[in-house]
């Protein structure tokens, strides 16, 4: 990126940052969630780091929070309320452990680690003991008075605690009280709360909060202090600013306990970088039982005379940082669409992405789904784009941030050929396709998806060794596989004597394969795992399927025109007989199907929807089905039941418009024990 590339990215991003931080903090209205307003603030504060003769006296860099609002009186702080440098991955939290024992000369260095709570930081000022004001940060420097709101909080003391003297000889520092004490903290709402909160808000017809933090803030901003008083907030105090003559902000906390204040729990002093990365895992498994909210954890230098000597740059102090949890949300900028070619041809567009750290990885793909999905987010080629990850989940773009666009983004348009082959799109459905069967992506993943657990269940055989073997033209399609040989696995990257023959001890096992199982392998268009069920019991062998009638496969359940067509399609073309001979060549064993099950259920259909107390969904599909009765995804005027339980979907909505029955769990449970006995 040039230096004049820098400079307009920083505007754009300033300007968004500054809308998103007046929506949250004047509006209570965020735009976007906190995870991906800290993404794009990570950004700007790296372009500035990396060109600082373009930081200027405005950016939000430069400043903490928003101004205090004209309602409530301005308050000075004795001492400005400075905010933290935000770290995202162990990458970055070891580049500022580096930065900060090089500086001072140390190998390592003690520091103190506290939880950082989700609420609204203020600071509290105590004359000869008693609590006369209490502050909201406001822009570090100047803040706003809601003592009247403070004094509602219990966990704040109205008079600091007098310690006794047994805690006097243990913390001599204490022994001379100052007149004028300043603490800061946080002030936040646990769990039980909150949620008991937005269900009474519930019942009185009221929007739920968004989150704790919004709930914290907006209390102590209210006029009237009964509002808050209603509202079970608590405070814990993480920083003593009055000077007793402490060493540590280890010894800080021990004087604000004695004092008579919650400290931040499950905080400690670690001595090494290790020990801090061994504790933020540790919290990060404990975050979601704990009775409050957190989003990460608070690193200061623990020494305050070394703290102190690092100084501060900007509006961070070097000594401190806080390492956020992996956020689900993060924004980066699209860089190219590619076209990905699936195992039926369905052609998919992936962002390819500026790679960004988001729940706990590294992401530069995500799914964009179809053409529809890229004209409902107005998505362009180069656009800054917020992407959401949550665990395992394929992380997707959900928004684009068009007021950081800078007139140079492309639109995006679908291609007409892939690999010479043209494409395009079936009417009725929103997916683009691709007609020429034989591209590799495609080939690969009709491969990957015949060795599924679903299909013929091939341990061992990933993605990247039928990538090699179809490289290397050692198969073309799955049926190949049965025909290698423990040489040909010994040519391939990563395989040994051990794991080539391992393979084929799979691959030979899978050689004898059960009918629906096998008809799910061939990738059948519009053919999944329950089709490929119904159309083994109804035809009981492979050769009885092949020569089906349209009429004999219209006459199975959930089979229409569009998914008959697609199997006599599929059976009339050579290249497919070939296949099916080839297996056989190669030894090949499809079982025979047992016949359907039949009962005092046969021929009924049923539907699930919503939550069952006394079994679940799976424990009722084997119920249905042991007594002959089919269990479907969808609601038709062919359905004979719905079984609803708690919280129902869509499906009871439909089945009510088409006159289907309805049973609640209890009277399906009292039809399967009559059916039973």
């Not at 102190?308 to 806080?322: H, S």
């Not at 309805?662 to 024990?673: D, G, P, R, T």
């Amino acid at each position: 990126m040039t230096k004049q590339q820098a400079a307009l990215r920083i505007q754009k991003l300033r300007e968004e940052i500054n809308h998103e931080r007046y929506l949250y903090h004047v509006e209570d209205k965020p735009g976007i969630s906190e995870a991906a307003l800290d993404s794009l603030k990570h950004e700007l504060y790296t372009l500035e780091l990396a060109y600082p003769d373009l930081i200027t006296p405005d950016s939000p860099t430069q400043r903490v929070g928003g101004e205090a609002l004209n309602i409530f009186q301005k308050v000075e702080h004795t001492s400005r309320m400075l905010s933290m440098e935000d770290v995202f991955s162990p990458e970055e939290f070891a580049a500022w452990y580096r930065r900060v024992t090089e500086r001072v000369d140390a190998k390592q260095l003690d520091v103190y680690c506290m939880p950082k709570l989700d609420g609204l930081a203020v600071s509290l000022e105590y004359t000869d003991g008693r609590l006369v004001r209490g502050a909201t940060r406001g822009d570090g420097r100047v803040g706003e008075d809601v003592t009247h709101n403070i004094r509602t909080i219990e966990s704040i003391p109205l008079a600091l605690r007098t310690p006794t003297e047994a805690e006097k000889k243990t913390f001599p520092l204490l022994a001379d009280i100052p007149t004028t004490l300043i603490v800061r903290g946080e002030v936040f709402m646990p769990v039980k709360a909150f949620e008991a909160l937005n269900k009474q808000r519930l019942e009185t017809g009221e929007a739920p909060f968004a989150n704790p933090r919004n709930v914290a803030a907006g209390s102590i901003r209210q006029l009237d202090a009964h509002v808050a008083a209603e509202r079970p907030l608590q405070f814990v105090a993480w920083d003593l600013i009055t000077d007793f003559g402490q060493k540590t902000h280890e010894q800080e906390m021990a004087l604000l306990k004695v004092l008579g204040f919650a400290t931040t729990p499950f905080s400690e002093r670690v001595t090494d970088k290790m020990g801090v990365e061994r504790l933020f895992a540790t919290v990060q498994k404990r975050r979601s039982r704990l009775p409050f909210w957190i989003d990460g954890m608070v690193i200061r230098v623990n020494n305050n005379d070394v703290y102190t000597e690092l100084g501060v740059v900007g509006k961070t102090p070097r000594g401190l940082i806080a390492w956020k949890f992996p956020a689900e949300e993060a924004t980066t900028r699209l860089v190219k669409v590619i076209w990905s070619v699936g195992r039926t041809g369905a052609v998919t567009p992936v962002a390819e992405l500026e790679p960004v750290f988001v729940a706990g990885t590294t992401v530069q793909h995500a799914s964009l789904h179809n053409m529809d999905e890229i004209k409902r987010l107005g998505l362009k080629m180069g656009d800054t784009v917020v992407i959401k990850k949550a665990g395992d989940i394929i992380p997707k773009v959900v928004s684009v941030l068009k007021n950081l666009r800078t007139g140079e983004e492309k639109t995006i348009r679908p291609p007409k050929q892939i690999n010479g082959s043209s494409v395009y799109r079936v009417e009725g459905e929103v997916a683009l396709y691709c007609d020429d069967p034989h591209t590799f992506e495609r080939r690969l993943q009709a491969i990957a998806y015949a060795v599924g657990k679903h299909a013929l269940d091939i341990d061992g055989l990933g993605e990247r060794t039928i990538a090699q073997l179809l490289e290397r033209g050692m198969i073309s399609t799955f049926v190949d596989l049965f025909g290698l040989t423990k040489d040909e696995l010994l040519e391939l990257e990563g395989f040994a004597e051990v794991s080539a023959e391992k393979l084929l001890d799979s691959i030979r096992a899978a050689r004898t394969v059960e009918l629906y199982r096998f008809i799910t392998a061939l990738g059948i268009k519009q053919v999944g795992g329950e089709t490929a069920r119904r159309l083994a019991q109804a035809f009981l062998t492979l050769d009885v399927l092949r020569q089906a009638s349209l009429d004999d496969l219209l006459a199975i359940q959930d089979v229409g025109e569009i998914v008959a067509e697609a199997i006599l399609t599929f059976f009339a073309d050579k290249e497919n007989q070939n296949l099916l001979n080839t297996f056989r060549e190669h030894g090949g064993v499809i079982g025979a199907a047992k016949g359907a099950t039949t009962g005092k259920l046969t021929g009924k259909t049923f539907v699930l929807t919503g939550t069952l107390a006394t079994m679940t969904r799976p424990e009722a599909k084997t119920a249905i089905e042991r007594l002959g009765g089919n269990v479907t995804g969808s609601v038709s005027k062919a359905t004979t039941f719905v079984i609803a339980g708690t919280e129902p979907g869509s499906k009871l909505a439909k089945a009510q418009a088409l006159g289907v029955p309805v049973l609640n769990e209890n009277q399906f449970s009292a039809m399967l024990a009559s059916l039973s006995t």
